[in-house]
């Protein structure tokens, strides 16, 4: 051992102490930042030991009770020392035991003076300090409590106190906080484009400002959930490398009448020092909704904070390098006054995906999974018409979850067919047992979907035909695979969608002579679509190019504020008429389709039986042969 460490090695009482409470110094952090520190009930525990030990064995005197009676005797005896005489005790020593002091009560004795100078003691005075009983009673309890109060506002910091009720609650990050760019967002091209001018503008505004030109005050982002309306936001800002606050509309309103509005006021006062930045407000219909709705009225909190946001951004200049941007899927029940030009000014739609953009997205969101190199992603894209970001993210996780629970060293494309089926129709049911009859009316009902499906013109091929329960209801499905993303459907494609959503129902009733109630879902269906045919799309010659779509009434208005419909009893008849007339015509040219091809239709059902799942190809081949 070296005589540093000699000099290092014996440790203090304290120290001891603290290393055996846990109250050891830890050592700094690597980062070279403040240590952390926790609270601990030792940090009151530790003072109060030292104090008691130090009054026990340094201060403290051994000091006696005794009656008045006992004190008396001891003055007769002469046992008694030097006396200090208080209004309310009497204490003194003993001089026959050294180190021993007594006290007692005084009592109303007229004779006391007398007998301590009868025997010669001596004794003195004191009179109590009303000051200092008020200090001990009082001010250094009062000092304490304020002393333990500062100690723990400090511990929970300034966002805990009462007062922090105003405070704003957005997250702030940072410019290298927010490590997101253009190249993590895909499949939304269009919306990217319309915003490199805020980045642009961000980055170097003198470049607008010398033409004269003004930056858009407020971006609205619009769109339906999970299209990536929050990651683009990020992304702005991401690539402008500015701060970036970021709070949704529904924390700015409490239970307290003005915090809505003070939070408001602090936001932006904030977002005014960390200039150039970005305050992103999710979820704007929370906060945005249009005035005027609540049927009790009333000036209610949200209107009062509804409030100070236009107010705020109406005094708030563009060339301060602030850009305000929200989203919302909702933009219907916003306030006008939010859309006016001045403050939102500009509305980007962050649409679904098409085709090619959710392969892009499927790129990104596979880029850190083992993928099988067989697995083509614009398959897979062109299997989900209709997600989003979020959906296609949530795909690539489950095919990945799939393939580690088989214990696969890559993902592979039968792990994407079934991660479809999954997100589609939901988890299969492999305990749910049927009985025989009823797999045979699924059967048969499935088959004749799947024959119709591919003997009109207009439908989308199929791609998978299937009997396993899946999700609530399903007790089996057929899927079927858009060749293309399409925009807008003709008479005739409504028709054949009409056709092949009856067709379950007509096979049941071919082969068993008998319906069930398994295709309630496909009769609703082929209603809305018959029903929107009539009354939406103005595709019934006998009603004419007129729409009979019910009128829009404001969001929560009593029912009785708008009519329920802007035609006769006569027109809806007539509607209905039309309605019943489509669906009827759909049924018969079903009927004579699964006729004509009876011996299709039992081949199907006796192979579905066996296999539980067929695929598209292996239907064609039999609809060939046959």
Known sequence: MTEQDNREAPKTILEQIRSRMGLADSP???????????????YFMLPFIVITIFQQFFMAQNVETIPYSQFKQYIAEGKVGALTISPESISGTLPEKPGQGFTTVRVYDPDLVKDLDAHAISYTGRTDSKFLGFILAWVIPLALFFLIWRFFMKKMGSGMGVMSFSKNKAKIFAESETKVSFADVAGIDEAKEELQEVVEFLSNPGKFQKLGGRIPKGVLLVGPPGTGKTLLARAVAGEAKVPFFSISGSEFVEMFVGVGAARVRDLFSQAAKQAPCIIFIDELDALGKARGMNVMGGHDEREQTLNQLLVEMDGFATNKGVIIMSATNRPEILDPALLRPGRFDRQVLVDRPDINGREAILKIHSQNVLLDPEVDLRKVAGRTPGFVGADLANLVNEAALLAARKNKETVEAAEFDEAIDRVVGGLEKKNRMMNGQEKEIVTFHESGHAIVAESVEHADPVHKISIIPRGIA???????????????????????RLAVLLGGRVAEELVFNEIS??????????????RSMVTQYGMSDALGLVTYERPRQPMFAPEGFTSGKSYSEQKAAQIDDEVTR?????????????????????????????????????????????
Not at 584 to 598: G, P
């Open 474 to 496: 399903a007790l089996g499905y057929t899927q079927q695979q858009p060749t293309e993303d399409r925009y807008l459907m003709t008479r005739a494609e409504l028709l054949d």
């Open 28 to 42: 700094p952090s690597q980062g070279g930042g403040p240590p952390k520190s926790g609270f601990s009930i030792w």
């Open 582 to 626: 489509l669906v009827e015509e759909a049924h018969q040219r079903v009927i004579k389709i699964l006729t004509d091809r009876r011996a299709l239709l039992d081949s199907l059902a006796k192979l579905l039986a066996e296999k539980e799942s067929v695929t598209g190809e292996e239907l064609r081949e039999m609809m060939v042969a046959s």
């Open 517 to 530: 109630t398994g295709a309630q879902n496909d009769l609703q269906r082929a209603t809305d679509i018959a």
